[in-house]
């Protein structure tokens, strides 16, 4: 049988130092259980909403009349809004996110959140929010900036078709994608233990190539080094994360959704005692050009899917007692034209709320609602600079400075609860 | 400029950046200038036609090459090898009737499983005589990059697969103007229900971001204006025509002309603008030649003036890449990681295998590949976006299940055991020399060599069950042997 340690002395880690994920080296920051005393080392849960949300029909200003004449068929009936104050409310697929806000008092509603000039190609949006930044050319994203500045174990969990976020970029070490424990695994034909033994040996020890120095590059080496690293730090990853429990027991019940399902992967990272900080998931098809429906339909079940699998997440970690210890942000990359178009749909837009939820936020709603008269190009104009909110989570939660990570000194908003 | 806002498409930047940085810093030193680049490759003492070459060829333009297809490229000269790979073989009538067949309505309705579509491809691509094509089909796949996730129709989506088979090495001006009416495009990006007062952005959006210019080469007032041009098109048995009654046909202005614009004019407009031959030219170059440099503007400018002056014929586009010197040199080789088609394709060609493409189908959908279902309209992001932990184990995973004669759903149908009795292979160094040739071209550090050597030496000491035969034993070394192969890192890379 290998051990963990023969694994680590087989393979040629010492070679390529910087490649062994964060949360194999380094124990002393590893996260302390919550049930401990003095346990404080908080996470973030990233969840992206692909394609752009449309806010206006997530929290709505059900007593404005212009929001009906905006949106003739697609817009909310007053009566089947989830209130949360007098005039604001949640789509009714919302419930649990409702109560969440009037129960709990673990969400917090940040209102109208964008950036100026905002670009409304999907692609270029996206890589805005990821990097924090409307340079020209984006190269890495605050996540991974924030990694590099405070180095924490991180996990991006994946779904199939889905690649390693942009958000990520720039940790020094590459953010291990997870889809599935059950696959997260390097497997052999072995006729014998010893057997499966050489051959995981071999195959670390090629992905190295015992290729210092290379003979003759023919090939870009950098691209080779990539795939290498990738490898290396793959197997590491894999023999730590079959150690883990395979038998998670949540708390409570999770919606048969593939957001759930990721999410319910993240708890049990988390409750598992990887030391992981930060997590990114995501859930795609916000991009609602055509027949998105009002009450019910196709948008309302998105947002079914965010408000259940994230409350369902919550109680589940509020059951093993790391609710406090968890912060999940919700952001997409616009929102969605005022105006509804033809096909009972709408077109890119711009401001759109973000959510957050945790033992530790602060309940309640944050910033204006949007106005709905004053349009810029059909569109709602942003009222809070989504690099308030990152440089929130920054400073406030996870204890990183803001302007080292977004460049520049961004006034955060409060979506914390004042400590005592 | 120009340049910038292109990288923001093309540099292989998530996970890749810094790769691609280094990358282009290095490149300067092999940089061709561009008459040379273009100008058609010629064998020489420092550059050679060899192995190395004809596998380089049948990676990019094909789907990898067998032992045999390698013998008869070094036997054949590179001008003989590169023109049958650009001309193709005429399709056998047993591959034209199954594949038919197949694609008919009987057998893939409407409502057909996306996996019998997406299989339905993968079969034509480890057999069709013609790969080139379907190899420049899948690129137009992932330009025009629409999912039958949200189309469900698979009638539409073989449909639009056609299309682009057609297309595929000739007119890209009849590609894009005819792309406005394809019905999986119409209900993929909402014109389908775009209507006269009513207009829906999606599609004329789509088409100047993602289908001809590329950011920053429009503006939003020009999508808004292009979108009501848009406006009136429905899907009539099974074809998209245009209602002139839900028709906005008054005036638009679009990149500063103003006239009573078709969805057709828009698309010429596109294919007038400087912008557009570059931005095809720029992303073939990608696809084909390399993903580890941001190319130059005076490399790629000049193949895209020829373009136009070649009216968009991808056809001689493509040629004069892969006749290339730019294309052959040393800087290109290697300078792609495999898209998880290449990577599956590769094997089970080496092998001269059968998978059925059912099951491998399927198993690319791990790898992160599935056909007729790209992530989102910007196609599969490529590049080193294509390896991450979770994909990578994917990888090592199906080749063992093609390999190890263990799994279900392939059985032995790659059997590498079985294809070395059939070269008449009996020792581990002609095994071991045999699959590094085909995988690889040999082209590995001798440490690599020596460790796979030492396993198959090693296997020999193991304790196997008792009612193993001698024959057992040694199908399964070199099963595992070959598994350890096709988890090189050289192996990853196309």
């Known amino acids: 049988m290998t051990t ?16 062994v994920p964060t949360f194999l080296g380094r124990a002393a920051l590893a996260a302390r259980l919550a049930h401990e005393p003095g346990a404080k080392d908080t996470i973030l849960v990233v969840v992206q909403l692909t394609g752009g949300n449309d806010g206006l029909n997530t929290v709505i200003p059900f007593t404005n009349e212009q929001y009906y004449k905006l949106r003739p068929t697609i817009a909310i009936p007053k009566n089947q809004v989830k209130k949360l104050t007098d005039e604001l409310g949640l789509h009714p697929a919302m419930s649990e996110f409702a109560k969440l806000y009037t129960d709990d008092a673990a969400l917090c509603v940040v209102q109208g959140v964008g950036y100026p000039n905002p670009s409304q190609s999907h692609f270029r949006s996206m890589d805005i929010w990821h990097a924090a930044s409307t340079a020209e050319n984006l190269t890495d994203g605050w996540l991974g900036r924030a990694i590099k500045a405070k180095p924490v174990p991180a996990f991006h969990i994946a779904g199939n078709n889905e690649v390693s976020p942009l958000a990520l970029a720039g940790a020094p070490v590459r953010v291990p994608s997870v889809a599935s424990l059950d696959d997260f695994k390097l497997k052999t034909a072995a006729a014998s233990g010893a057997d499966g033994t050489a051959q995981k040996s071999v195959i670390t020890n090629l992905a190295s190539g015992g290729r210092q120095p290379p003979e003759a590059p023919r090939s870009p080496a950098s691209l080779l080094d990539f795939v290498s690293r990738t490898q290396l730090n793959t197997y590491a990853s894999s023999e730590k994360l079959a150690a883990l429990g395979k038998n998670y027991t949540p708390k409570v019940p999770y919606p048969n959704t593939p957001l759930a399902t990721k999410l319910k992967l993240a708890a049990q990272l988390i409750d598992g005692g990887t030391g992981a900080r930060i997590f990114y998931v995501s859930i795609d098809g916000f991009d609602t050009h055509a027949g998105q429906g009002g009450a019910i339909g196709g948008h309302a079940n998105l947002l079914q899917e965010v408000s259940d699998g994230i409350a369902a997440f919550y109680r589940d970690l509020a059951g093993h007692g790391h609710h406090k210890r968890v912060c999940v942000m919700t952001f997409s990359e616009f929102g969605r034209r005022a105006h509804e178009n033809g096909s009972k749909g709408t077109d890119h837009g711009s401001g759109a709320p973000m959510f957050l939820v945790g033992g530790q936020v602060r309940g309640g709603l944050v910033g204006e609602h949007p106005s709905l008269t004053k349009l810029e190009d059909g569109n709602l104009a942003h009222r809070t600079d989504f690099r308030q909110v990152y440089a929130a989570v920054l400073e406030q939660w996870l204890g990183i400075e803001a302007k080292t990570v977004l460049g520049t000194a961004y006034q955060p908003v409060e979506v914390f609860a004042k400590t005592s | 400029m120009w340049c910038g806002k292109f990288s923001d498409l093309f540099s292989p930047r998530r996970d890749g950046e810094v790769v691609a940085s280094r990358l282009t810093v290095q490149g300067m030193h092999h940089m061709l200038d561009a008459k040379t680049a273009w100008a058609a490759y010629q064998p020489s003492a420092a550059h050679p036609w060899d192995r190395r070459k004809v596998a380089h060829l049948y990676r990019r333009a094909a789907f990898g090459a067998t032992a045999a297809e390698l013998d008869a490229g070094v036997k054949d000269g590179h001008e003989k090898t590169i023109t049958r790979v650009l001309e193709g073989g005429p399709e056998s009538d047993d591959f034209t009737r199954t594949t038919e067949f197949m694609a008919s309505e009987r057998s893939m309705p409407p409502g057909a499983p996306q996996s019998r579509l997406s299989a339905w491809w993968l079969d ?11 190899k420049l089909t899948l690129f137009w796949h992932n330009h025009f990059a629409t999912s039958n996730a949200k189309v469900q129709n698979a009638r539409y989506m073989l449909g639009q697969y056609h299309l682009l088979q057609k297309y595929a090495l000739g007119s890209f001006r009849e590609l894009v103007i005819q792309m406005g009416t394809d019905p999986a495009m119409m209900v993929w990006l909402d014109t389908l229900g775009s209507t006269k007062g009513n207009p829906n952005e999606n599609y004329a959006r789509e088409l100047m971001e993602l289908f001809s210019l590329g950011i920053g080469n429009y503006t939003e007032k020009d999508i808004r204006e292009a979108a009501r041009a848009f406006t009136g098109y ?44 570059r931005f095809i030219v720029r992303k073939l170059y990608r696809f084909l030649i390399s993903e580890a440099d941001n190319p130059p503007a005076e490399l790629i400018d000049p193949l895209a003036e020829q373009y136009r002056a070649w009216d968009f014929d991808t056809g001689k586009l493509v040629a004069t890449m892969l006749r290339s010197n730019q294309f052959f040199a040393p800087q290109t080789y290697r300078a792609k990681i495999k898209s998880p088609v290449e990577f599956v394709t590769g094997i089970v060609r080496g092998l001269e295998g059968t998978a059925g493409a059912l099951p491998l189908a399927e198993a690319l959908e791990g790898l992160g590949q599935v056909l007729f279902a790209p992530p989102s309209v910007k196609g599969w992001d490529g590049g080193p976006a294509w390896l991450n932990a979770q994909t990578l184990l994917a990888r090592n995973n199906l080749a063992l299940a093609l390999t190890s004669g263990e799994d279900a759903r392939f059985g032995t149908r790659c059997d590498p055991a079985r294809v070395l009795a059939r070269h008449g292979i009996a020792s581990d160094a002609e095994a071991l020399h045999w699959l590094l040739d085909v995988f690889v071209q040999g082209d590995v ?12 030496e090693t296997a020999k000491g193991i304790k196997y069950p008792v009612y193993w035969t001698p024959d057992d034993v040694t199908h399964h070394r070199v099963r595992a042997v070959a598994h350890l192969v096709l988890t090189l890192p050289e192996f990853q890379l196309n």
């Open chain 2, 445 to 456: 550090p001798a440490a690599t060599r020596d460790r796979l050597l030492g396993y198959l």
């Open chain 2, 124 to 134: 034509r691509m480890l057999k069709t005589a013609h790969p080139l094509r379907e």
């Open chain 2, 234 to 277: 429905e899907i009539k048995n099974g074809s998209g025509v245009l209602n002139p009654s839900q028709h906005d046909a008054t005036p638009k202005t679009v990149f500063g002309r103003t006239g009573r614009f078709k969805g057709e004019d828009i698309a010429k407009l596109c294919l007038e603008k400087e912008a557009c031959p």
């Open chain 1, 4 to 19: 963990r340690r023969a694994f680590l002395q087989t393979s040629t880690l010492l070679g390529f130092g910087a490649t």
